[in-house]
């Protein structure tokens, strides 16, 4: 706050929500002798006049006739003081000031500030604006309105992550799982707090809690910060690096045209551009990064970007040739140091082989895992290929350590209903899966809307082009 | 079966009857419903802009040239042939009700 004898700004951010209790505290403040001469977004500003009192209005209109609007006011006694644009929809769901616009069209809607000079001889009713039930459930649409499209976008943005989680690869890296998760709380959060927002405005008597306030403003900072993080992440690591700068650009650009609108424009046509403008921007720079993404799976080049096979990144396959009784129960994955066992079990017909390979096309499954001894994820895959002495099961698999893929030597067992079955161990010379590429396809995965059986038909495709395979003597 | 029209609210009811004598501004129908009422109808100017607002986009009163000059030249407002007949067709509803009510507790059945 800063005060002189004759002049005093409070700062104080407007918060539609809680309008009428801001009308008690601005007549408090007049009987004390401070009387409002601007409203701002983030500040009241007084002058000194204990001679006079006056009785305030805050009213809300959009989509109005504002000159026959302001006309009716003034015949009726009403002096405008200020006036506050405000960005609409995007506004109400936030409910935070921030997109609240000096220039906004009419439109987008306005906050008006009235005074009258009180008059003790005058009935109260000459104070009110709404005097009547229509005009008065009318106004109460008008406010509730925008709260309840706000709720409605972040309840579709919630409904969105959700969706973008549940498609994502299981074994998608964790850090950006945990992201998607926040999202889906956070606009979850937000959605329920509009409808608070929107609760709070609609019933009286209204009462400021500042601190709540505060908490929002954090919370949305925290959503806004966290959504471009990821979105960035996810160009940054779909496109090696350059799509992360197309993105960037854009949201200069966005930044640079919204900027204009909003200061330079004095038209209603430009003012509307700018009002779209604050909620378009976003959606489509949102809708950019996953389309972008997927457009970037197949441009890759593998072979320079997947990982020189060594002994130590080196994961395990076995080739197993099935004769036509075999059925398989189990397999065990077993290392030698530090020790870990990990037991997929699981059975495979020679009939379900035959028809999954009868078009000469490997099939694969892959499952979520359990955890190794050291609390890694542990990954197991298996596919079928029809080779020239058979069918082949080819078996795969990898331990996770701090969200990258560690391939270590181990010894497989099958166990099928014969016994322990004839196989071939090959820990190096056979690789398909490079650490590496298993990271990064999977990594990509987490920022798109698509299910990850697309995904690992174009990983097979990368992995077959670098490390093409060859099988054992016998089994081709 | 045609549609009933929907009871006018008092305030909505007033700046017709108000109108019915002539045309009026803002401030002049507030005064008028207020004398009309013996006081006891205040129209406030956020509901005297959407009461005036509402009537015109149903056609019922319109905008007309104002008279006079500076100040004096206030937005007026006047009713139209089919706000008469609202109003009309209102004033009919309210005497069937008065006389509902006259013939149960008047006693004039």
Same mark, same amino acid.
């Given at each position: ?9 409070? %700062? ?70 200020? /006036? ?28 008006? $500030? ?39 976008? %972040? ?19 964790? +850090? ?50 966290? /959504? ?30 919204? #900027? $204009? ?16 403008? #604050? ?70 017909? +020679? ?104 995904? #690992? ?20 | ?24 501004? &803002? ?16 129209? &406030?100017?956020?509901?005297?802009? &959407?009461?005036? &607002? ?27 042939? =089919? ?8 004033? =009919? ?17």
């Amino acid at each position: 706050m800063k005060q002189t004898d004759t002049q005093k700004i409070l %700062f104080d951010r407007f918060s539609p929500w809680y309008y009428e209790a801001e009308v008690r505290q601005l007549e408090e403040l007049s009987r004390q002798g401070w009387q409002l001469t601007a409203r701002k977004i983030w500040k009241m500003e007084f002058s000194r006049d204990t001679g006079v009192s006056y009785r305030y209005a805050i009213d809300f209109r959009s989509g109005h006739d504002e000159a026959r609007y302001l006309d009716i006011f003034r015949e009726l006694g009403w002096e405008l003081v200020s /006036s506050i644009g405000d960005a609409g929809p995007v506004r109400a769901a936030g409910g935070y000031g921030l997109f609240f616009t000096p220039n906004a069209h009419p439109a987008d809607g306005r906050w008006y $500030f009235f005074r009258k000079r009180y008059d003790a001889a005058l009935p109260e009713e000459d104070y009110l604006l709404d005097t009547d039930s229509v005009s008065k459930s009318e106004q109460k649409q008008r406010l509730a309105r925008n709260y309840t499209w706000g709720a409605a976008v %972040f309840a579709a943005l919630s409904l969105l992550s959700l969706f973008n989680l549940l498609l994502s690869v299981p074994s998608a890296n964790v +850090n950006l799982a945990l992201l998607r998760g926040a999202d889906i709380i956070l606009t979850l959060l937000l959605c329920f707090m509009t409808l608070h927002r929107r609760h709070i405005i609609l019933n009286t008597p209204q009462k400021k809690k500042r601190v709540w306030d505060l908490c929002v403003y954090a919370l949305l900072v925290a959503v806004f910060a966290g /959504s471009l993080i990821a979105l960035l992440a996810a160009a940054r690591m779909a496109s090696d690096g350059w799509a992360i700068y197309v993105c960037l650009g854009i949201a200069v650009l966005c930044a640079i045209v919204l #900027l $204009f609108f909003l200061l330079r424009g004095k038209t209603s046509r430009s003012r509307r551009i700018a009002g779209s403008l #604050l909620w378009v921007a976003p959606i489509v720079l949102f809708l950019f990064g996953y389309i972008f993404s997927l457009g970037l799976e197949y441009t890759r080049d593998a072979t320079q970007s997947l990982p020189p096979v060594t002994a130590e990144n080196t994961p395990v396959r076995l080739f197993l040739q099935l004769d036509e009784n075999t059925t398989i129960g189990q397999i065990e994955a077993q290392k030698s140091s530090p020790n870990w066992t990990f037991t997929e079990a699981f059975e495979i017909s +020679n009939a379900e082989i035959e028809a999954e390979s009868g078009a000469n096309l490997y099939s694969y499954i892959i499952t979520p895992k359990g955890e190794d001894a050291d609390g890694n994820d542990v990954s197991f895959s298996y596919w079928m290929n029809e080779g020239a002495n058979g069918v082949v099961l080819d078996v795969c698999f990898s331990v996770w350590e701090d969200g990258r893929s560690q391939l270590l030597y181990a010894t497989l067992t099958i166990k099928t209903d014969d016994g322990i079955a004839s196989c071939y161990y090959y820990p190096t010379a056979y690789t398909q899966w490079g650490g590496e590429t298993g990271f990064n396809l999977e990594l990509k995965s987490a920022g798109r809307l698509f299910s990850h059986k697309y995904l #690992l038909d174009t990983a097979q495709e990368v992995i077959d082009l670098a490390y093409p395979v060859v099988y054992p003597n016998g089994l081709e | 079966m045609a549609t009933r029209a929907e009871p006018l609210t008092e305030s909505y009811f007033y700046i017709l009857l108000c109108l019915y004598e002539g045309s009026n501004h &803002g401030y002049g129908i507030m005064q008028r419903v207020l004398s009309l009422s013996g006081g006891n109808v205040h129209i &406030g100017s956020g509901t005297m802009y &959407g009461a005036t &607002g509402n009537l015109m986009r149903k056609g019922w009163i319109e905008e007309c040239s104002p008279a006079g000059n500076g100040f004096e030249r206030r937005r007026q407002y006047r009713l139209t042939e =089919a706000g008469r007949g609202a109003l009309q067709e209102e004033i =009919a509803r309210l005497e069937h009700l008065t006389a509902a009510a006259e013939m149960i507790i008047g006693g004039k059945s």
